[in-house]
């Protein structure tokens, strides 16, 4: 009796063991198909240093873009601007305007939808589509995808990763597409949470445009730099 109560008890430790091993199992599994998914996403750039990198999404608000440029260019900074597909198509000027800045361009998928919603073979569909649009226009493909409204899934990040993209989100929003939100709020939105290697998003909007010579000087008050994704992700 005494060899069976140990066989049993030994039975039973091999069968903890051997569930231990399938959880972890399924632990490990998940978190390095998260690991795939998620290395080439970034809400902020990994630079330790005091510089924070603006992205401008564009897909309308042409009315602003030459004072946002003229801003730009009087502080002599660059930035990011991510424009959809369908507006750099119609905007061809304005787009070799932006480029002759020597701003970044990125691509903002070719029409402004909710990309989270569409499968692989979509998702992969609308960054491609609007990479040609832009490269056909300035010569260079895009190598970052900021989606709109900044929603994604899994398929929008095989499909960015397998063509060479990092996906771009934020980490400071100033909101201003927003009819509520003035110059005021935008400023605030941006001095209260900046930090080192910030990525600040911002639209072509009139606010915006009376906003920036005040955040701006707020940052290099503060000993910041401002420039592109490119500049603050290693």
């Known amino acids: 009796m005494k060899l069976i109560f140990i066989s049993k008890k030994l039975l039973i430790s091999i069968l903890i063991v051997l569930i231990l091993l399938i959880v972890f199992s399924i632990y490990l599994t998940i978190n390095n198909s998260k690991e795939v998914f998620n290395e080439d996403i970034y809400y902020k750039g990994n630079r330790d240093d005091k510089i924070v990198a603006f992205i401008c ?12 440029l003229n801003i730009f260019d009087d502080n002599e900074i660059n930035i990011s601007f991510f424009l959809t597909g369908r507006w750099a198509k119609d905007n061809l ?53 900021g989606p709109p409204s900044g ?5 929008t990040l095989k499909a960015a990763k397998d063509l060479d993209m990092a996906v771009i989100m934020w980490s400071v929003d100033t909101i201003d597409w927003r009819n509520d939100s003035t110059k005021e709020l935008i400023v605030k939105r941006v001095i209260d949470k900046v930090q080192n290697s910030s990525i600040v ?24 730099k401002i420039g592109t994704i490119s500049d603050v992700i290693k």
């Open 151 to 155: 929603a994604y899934n899994e398929n």
């Open 57 to 68: 999404n564009v897909d309308w608000g042409n009315e602003y873009i030459d004072d946002m």
């Open 201 to 224: 998003l911002m639209h072509p909007t009139e606010n915006t445009v009376k906003a920036l010579p005040e955040i701006i000087e707020y940052l290099f008050k503060n000993n910041y």
């Open 93 to 145: 000027d304005l787009v070799n305007k932006i480029y002759s800045y020597s701003h970044e361009i990125g691509n903002h998928g070719y029409n402004h939808v909710d990309y989270s919603n569409l499968s692989y073979e979509k998702n992969k569909e609308e960054i491609s589509r609007a990479n040609k649009v832009i490269k056909d226009i300035i010569g260079l493909k895009p190598v970052f995808f």
